[in-house]
Structures are given as structure tokens and as C-alpha cells.
């Protein structure tokens, strides 16, 4: 799914409206529906609703859902708030139907004093600002948003929560943005709630269809997209039944060291549920019995030093490398990894250990072959790419180094991100809190290898990857909650995760 810039929404808007054809306040009463039924899907009609409503196209989609409400048989009330500018064009359309219908009360709101007094179980319906937005709220709409957040009651904002950007809000000012318990935004998310500042702004977030116009989402270029279970099963190549396991190609991990053997375990097990053909695992000499005891299926090279990884065994065999799971930063682990970076010629993926000794050694970063995978939890990204004031910078950052170093960078977190060298940036739709636990990107680096083994774009199998191992989290989480998940249970429903992409 292609996600666009509120500059560009509205013009999808626009395009839409010309060639639909539909009219503007017809485009706002679909909209509206959609709202209407999503709130009458899940409150009852006990339930009183308060609308906040401001001078634009927000407050007009607010106007349109109060009425519809109306007719549903709820007690709904609209407070117009007087910002110093009237209501034109569709917004006015609408308060002259809700006028007309008579079944809501409207009144004024010119002061902070004159804020309602409600009960708390009240619904407050955030209507106030758009994703228009360009600068922070101050002043009156301010003071109104600061009141709406101190009151106990349940907040659903329409579209984006109000006072927050779609994009950038470095500057924005925290306490005058809407805390909403929910988000109904429409067509597609903002790239503002898929940043993790943001999470408190949009609460639960949910996208409502509204038939905007296909041609006008083809024709708007976008270099941010969210990744759908549709796009991961276009990416995950055909098994033939006359194939061989050297079809599906031979990986090399290099991982563990004394006290992280479970790095190696973990990414060796998620490597082969992810379909390679054939692993290697390079180890130490004292995780010998270890590897071959618990992945019986994995081959293993065994390295000079007893404790360490010091030296790389002959990479011709291999269709693909991974490297950094528990390999620790010593010195001599250091020079190998640097001879690495320097003689691989196969798709490559880096994480944990590999980057922190990557972030000491920058000028590293140019020696690394085109579309090599780099998977940073955020404190790596802060050591390889410098500190961010922000979520967004921090995202531009990711897409910086990505150009910079023809890389692909996968930034882990909720909605893990994965940036390419030609700057498109792809969001996951999957996984969830319960993954973060120890392990988990040790799991997702031997998915990707195992990916990248069988023969997958780097590109494809870092962001399918991604896609599976949250897939596999989700599956999982179902079974054993979110605070009972492992890293271990992620690989041990990944089949099932290929299974739901089916």
C-alpha cells in the first residue's frame, strides 16, 4: 500500500472529486458513514457523543457524523468552536443539514471557560483540526485541546488527532495535540502514526475506506509504503516438486561465542524453518556440541579459537552470509569481520554484534557490498547513524545511509521499517510488543538469511523477512499471550506463518 504525504492526500481528494465524478460534500458524507459505522459497531446507543468541532473539512466530516449519530437514534451535542473563522463550502452544507434535521443541539464555544461539563462516560469526537495542520495549536484551540486531554472520557479522532502533523512534528508542541483513544483515519494511514514519538497521539488506529479514486493513487508518486500480506506472497518463490535441497541454496551463519551460544542456536533454527536449503553455522570450538545438539540439521565450521570467531572458513560454497548474532567484539573477532566485509561476493546481512563493531568502524560501512542488510534495533542506529531529535529525523536517517552506502537498512521496532538505496522506505503491518524479548532479532536475521539462501532480491527477502517473523509473533502471541512470548516460539510458527500467506 502506497502512503502519501498530506499535501498529497488532499490532492488525491481533489483528483477523485473531478473524476469520480463526486461532489466535495458528497466525498465527506462517505466518509462520514464510514465513522458512523465503525462508532455504532461499538458503542451503544446509552452512549452520549460529544462533538468538538472546528472551522474545516475535520469539522465538517464531525458535522456529517453527528447527524448521521442523530438518526441512529443517539444523543449526540456539537460544540462549534470559535477559532475567529466561519465555516464555508462543505463544512457549512453540513451544519445547515444538521440545523435542519433538528435533532442536535449545536451551540457556541467561544472561551475555555465555556467547555461542557460531562459525564464520564461520554463520547468526545475530535473534530477540531485536519491533517491540513502546517503549524502547532496555540492560543484558544489550544486551551481546548489541553481540556479535552484532562477529562477522563473515551476521545475518537476523526481523520488525525488534532494538533498533530502527517509527517514532521519536530517543533510541534506535545501537551497542545489531541490524546486520542482512537484514530479513524481514511484510505490509507498517516506516516506520522507509524512513528513511535506518535503513539500517544492516535492510540488505536484503524483505516477507513472511503473509494478514493485508483487512478489518482497510481498516478501520486510515494517513496513510503506499508506492507501487505499481498505484497509478502508475490515475493516468496514457487517450490518445484522436482527440487533438491541445493536448489534452495547453502547459507553461512557466523554467530555465538562463550555465553551467547543461544544467538547461534536461534538464528541457525530460524535460517532453516525459513526454508534454506542447506546451513553452515561458523562457531566456536566450545559451541561444537551445543549446535550439533540442538540444531541436529545445521552443519557446523568450526572456528581456530575456542571461544570466539577469529578467522572465516572458504565462502565459496555459500549463496548467502549472515554475520553478528552473539559474536561478541574482541579483537580479533573485529579483523575477521573486516576481512569478511572484504571478501563476500554473496547477498549479505549484518546484525547485533557485527553492527556495534560496524559503528567503531565507519569508513567499513563503504567496504560492504551493494544491497548488503544491516537489521539495527534503534541504540544500534543511534551508534551507526549519530542521535536523533526525532522519530522522523531518525527515519530520514535511515533513508540517508541507505543512498549513501547502497544499502538496505531495516530499523526494528513496531512498524519495522526497511529503507533501499533508491530511497523508497516499506513499513511492517505485523507483529506485536510481545516480540520484544530477547532473541527475537536473532530470529529475524536467520529468517532473512535463509530468504536470501534460496535466491530472493535482497530487497524482497528484507522485507518479506520482516513480514514473517511479526506474522510468525502474531501467531504465536494468539497461542501464548504477549507476555509468555519467546524468541524460540517465533521460529516455531513461522510454518504457519507461510501458511496464513497461502
Given at each position: 500500500m502506497k502512503l502519501f504525504s498530506t499535501r498529497q492526500i488532499a490532492g488525491i481528494d481533489r483528483y477523485t472529486i473531478e473524476n469520480e465524478p463526486i461532489r466535495d460534500v458528497d466525498l465527506m458524507e462517505r466518509a462520514a458513514k464510514q465513522v458512523s459505522g465503525w462508532l455504532s459497531g461499538r458503542y451503544s446507543q446509552e452512549k452520549e457523543m460529544i462533538f468538538f468541532v472546528g472551522p474545516g473539512n475535520?469539522?465538517?466530516?464531525?458535522?456529517?457524523?453527528a447527524r448521521q449519530m442523530a438518526d441512529l437514534r443517539y444523543s449526540c451535542q456539537v460544540y462549534l468552536c470559535d477559532f475567529g473563522k466561519e465555516?464555508?463550502?462543505?463544512?457549512?452544507?453540513?451544519?445547515?443539514?444538521?440545523?435542519?434535521?433538528?435533532?442536535?443541539?449545536?451551540?457556541?464555544?467561544?472561551?475555555?471557560?465555556?467547555?461542557?461539563?460531562?459525564?464520564?462516560?461520554a463520547i468526545f469526537i475530535d473534530g477540531l483540526f485536519g491533517s491540513g495542520l502546517t503549524r502547532p495549536l496555540e492560543g484558544f484551540p489550544a486551551e481546548?485541546?489541553?481540556?479535552?486531554?484532562?477529562?477522563?472520557?473515551?476521545?475518537?479522532?476523526?481523520?488525525?488527532?488534532?494538533?498533530?502533523?502527517?509527517?514532521?512534528n519536530n517543533g510541534n508542541i506535545p501537551e497542545n495535540i489531541i490524546?486520542?483513544?482512537?484514530?479513524?483515519?481514511f484510505q490509507f494511514p498517516k506516516i506520522s502514526f507509524l512513528l513511535s514519538d506518535n503513539a500517544l497521539y492516535t492510540g488505536e488506529w484503524e483505516v477507513l475506506p472511503i473509494g478514493l479514486?485508483?487512478?489518482?493513487?497510481?498516478?501520486?508518486?510515494?517513496?513510503?509504503f506499508l506492507v501487505e500480506r499481498q505484497d509478502v506472497r508475490e515475493m516468496i518463490p514457487h517450490r518445484s516438486r522436482f527440487a533438491h535441497k541445493g536448489t534452495y541454496g547453502h547459507a553461512l551463519l557466523i554467530a555465538g561465542s562463550y555465553g551467547k551460544m543461544g544467538a547461534a542456536v536461534l538464528a541457525s533454527k530460524a535460517c532453516l524453518r525459513a526454508g534454506a536449503g542447506l546451513l553452515t553455522t561458523h562457531i566456536p570450538h566450545l559451541g561444537f556440541q551445543v549446535l550439533q545438539t540442538a540444531v541436529p540439521e545445521a552443519m557446523a565450521s568450526i572456528d581456530e579459537h575456542d571461544s570466539i570467531f577469529t578467522g572465516i572458513p572458504d565462502l565459496s560454497p555459500y549463496t548467502a552470509i549472515g554475520s553478528g548474532p552473539g559474536i561478541g567484539m574482541k579483537c580479533n573477532t573485529r579483523k575477521a569481520l573486516n576481512e569478511l566485509i572484504i571478501r563476500v561476493k554473496v547477498p549479505f546481512i549484518l546484525d547485533a554484534d557485527a553492527l556495534n563493531i560496524l559503528s567503531e568502524n565507519k569508513d567499513w560501512l563503504k567496504k560492504l557490498p551493494e544491497n548488503s542488510i544491516l537489521t539495527p534495533h534503534p541504540g544500534e542506529f543511534r551508534r551507526l547513524a549519530g542521535e536523533s531529535s526525532n522519530s522522523w529525523e531518525q527515519l530520514k536517517k535511515q533513508q540517508e545511509m541507505a543512498r549513501e552506502y547502497r544499502l538496505i537498512v531495516v530499523l526494528k521496532g513496531a512498524y519495522t521499517s526497511v529503507a533501499l538505496p533508491d530511497g523508497r522506505l516499506y513499513f511492517n503491518s505485523t507483529g506485536n510488543p510481545g516480540m520484544a524479548t530477547a532473541g527475537s532479532g536473532d530470529s529475524l536475521t536467520g529468517i532473512i538469511l535463509g530468504l536470501l539462501a534460496q535466491g530472493m532480491l535482497p530487497e524482497h527477502a528484507a522485507i518479506a523477512g520482516v513480514f514473517l517473523h511479526g506474522l510468525a509473533g502474531d501467531l504465536a502471541t494468539k497461542e501464548n499471550?504477549?507476555?509468555?512470548?519467546?524468541?524460540?516460539?517465533?521460529?516455531?510458527?513461522?510454518g504457519k506463518a507461510f501458511l496464513e500467506l497461502k
Open positions: 475535520n469539522g465538517g466530516d464531525a458535522l456529517a457524523v465555516l464555508q463550502g462543505s463544512p457549512a452544507i453540513n451544519l445547515r443539514r444538521l440545523k435542519k434535521q433538528g435533532k442536535v443541539k449545536t451551540e457556541l464555544l467561544k472561551h475555555p471557560d465555556d467547555f461542557p461539563v460531562a459525564s464520564d462516560s481546548i485541546v489541553r481540556k479535552m486531554n484532562v477529562c477522563s472520557n473515551t476521545i475518537v479522532s476523526i481523520d488525525i488527532p488534532s494538533g498533530l502533523m502527517g509527517e514532521d490524546r486520542a483513544d482512537f484514530t479513524l483515519t479514486h485508483p487512478g489518482g493513487l497510481a498516478q501520486t508518486f510515494s517513496d513510503f499471550s504477549e507476555y509468555a512470548l519467546i524468541a524460540g516460539d517465533i521460529t516455531e510458527f513461522l
